[in-house]
Each structure stands twice: as C-alpha cells, then as structure tokens.
C-alpha cells in the first residue's frame, strides 16, 4: 500500500461513457448527466516534506501557474479545511512532483485526478484524518469532476458532481487517440450551438453503450482533427469523445483486439490502450 512520504500516489485517468446535458439554470451553468470510468493510465505524484509551512510545486505546466496548478489548490484547499481541528497540519508544507502522462485539455480529468490524489496523500501523510464526505466537498470547491476520485467507483453522476449512482460496465479495454489539440472547456460550454434539452434518464436506465456525448458535435466542428479521429475511430467500434475533449476513444472485449487497432494507427495519429478499472487504485487509502 501507497502509505508513505517515499510513495508515489497514481492519478488516473478518466473517460466518460456517455455525457448528457439536460438543461440549463438561469446562472447559465448546465446540468449533466454521465457515467465516469477510471483507466490503468494516469499521472503520478509525490510528497516531499517541509517544515517551513510553504506549498511548493516542483514540476511547474507551461501555461499554468503555480497558483492555479490544481495540485497545489489541492493542498491549500485541504491545509485550510484541516486547520480548524488539527492545527499542526496548518504548520506543515509540501514539495509536490507531479509526472504528468495525461494531455492537457483532453477530457480524461488529468487535473482533476491530481487534486483528488493530492487531497487522499496528503490527507494520510499529514495526518489530518478527514472523512471521505469532507474531502469530497472540498473536491467538489475545485471542479465539477474532481469529486468522482475521491467517491471512488465508476458511477453515475448527476448534480453539480457530487451525486453518484454506483455502477459496473462490463470489462473492456479501450484505444483512446489523443488529437494534437487542447480544447478549453470554457469554450465547448459556450459555444451557441450546444444542445442542452436531453431529456434526463434515471440511473436504473443506464447500461453499457446508451447515450452519447452531447458535447462532441460542437468540439468536432470547432477541431477538424478531433472529427479526423472520431472518424478513424469509427471504423472499430462506438466511438465517442471523453468529456469536452478532444481525446476519443472506443472499446473493446478483449485486449487482443484494443491493440491490434493500435497497431493499425496511421502515423499521423496518437493513441494509447487502457483498460477500464472499476475502483480507483486510493480508494481504501
């Protein structure tokens, strides 16, 4: 067991099985629906640490800054939340490394997958003792899909991100392509031409290959090359885009046939195969 400051903490991957909108608030912010799916693949992080109260990242992004690295917001974020019953953790800094694997702007949760992993390390590591409940709500002040790590199973999720039904897809082992493109989410929830009337399904109704992703139309029309990829993909299967994009992906029974579409990549195009998992790896951390 990861349980350590030597440890090195996996962050997974995610993809979404299925992404509906079904409405619209008047704040404007949207109300989906979709099933998440952790992958084999993912970052790794570790904890260094500090007697001198500082947070400290070690791998800076390009583009990011420290500040808004959601790693870092991670461990602020849990720092504050423990101060008011374990004074000592508000002493305490961290050096994070994170080996970043994922793609940035791909829709499998990279950054996400780091705060939740960097809450469940540092939660252990600096003994603040917060319950899973209490670490999901300051997931949830991080991002919509930060909360789904620390719940912990492929579920269901519907809400603001923090209602989950838990399910269990069959096995499968997925290609996943990673279009040379980073698509801001921002953006793909903006655009005019987004649907937002599906009408909403009970999670009872789900099963392995109902929905779609209503965010794919609009990505693929702003990214010819996430439609290129889409469309190569289609050629093997169900083909969907994960989250607001742009990384696609489809499935497979067998991880014989994941990789021998692999293996027929043209060079132009970037994938990887995962295979699904059905319990995140710090979920009894």
Not at 110 to 130: F, P, Q, V, Y
Not at 213 to 237: I, K, M, Q, S, T
Request: proline share 6%; net charge negative.
């Amino acid at each position: 067991m990861m349980n350590d400051w030597s440890s090195e903490w996996f962050a997974p991957a995610k993809i979404n099985l299925f992404l509906h909108v079904i409405g619209r608030r008047a704040d404007g912010y949207h109300l989906l629906q979709t099933v998440f799916r952790f992958l084999d693949v993912g970052d790794r992080i570790r904890c260094e640490p500090r007697q001198d109260g500082r947070i400290v990242l070690a791998t800076p992004l390009p583009g990011v800054t420290d500040e808004n690295h959601l790693a870092v917001r991670a461990a602020q974020a849990l720092r504050a939340a423990a101060s008011m019953t374990a004074s000592a953790a508000a002493a305490l800094g961290v050096t994070l490394h994170v080996d970043k694997r994922l793609p940035l702007g791909g829709g499998l949760g990279g950054g996400s997958s780091d705060a939740a992993t960097t809450l469940i390390a540092l939660n252990h590591l600096w003994r603040t003792s917060l319950d899973r409940p209490q670490l999901k709500r300051i997931a949830l002040t991080l991002g919509a899909d930060v909360p789904i790590f620390i719940h912990g199973h492929t579920a269901f999720a519907e809400g603001v991100g923090d209602l989950f039904t838990d399910v269990m897809p069959p096995p499968a082992w997925y290609l996943v392509l990673v279009p040379p493109v980073a698509v801001p989410t921002a953006q793909i929830f903006a655009a005019s031409d987004l649907r937002h009337d599906t009408p909403a399904m009970a999670a009872s109704a789900w099963h392995s290959g109902t929905g779609r992703n209503d965010l794919e139309a609009v990505a693929a029309a702003l990214y010819p090359e996430v439609a290129r990829h889409l469309d190569w993909l289609r050629a093997w299967g169900d083909a969907r885009m994960s989250g607001s994009g742009g990384c696609c992906f489809v499935a497979f029974d067998t991880a014989a046939a994941a990789y021998a579409a692999h293996a027929a990549l043209p060079p132009s195009m970037q994938g990887f195969v995962a295979s699904g998992i059905d319990q995140h790896p710090l979920a009894l951390i």
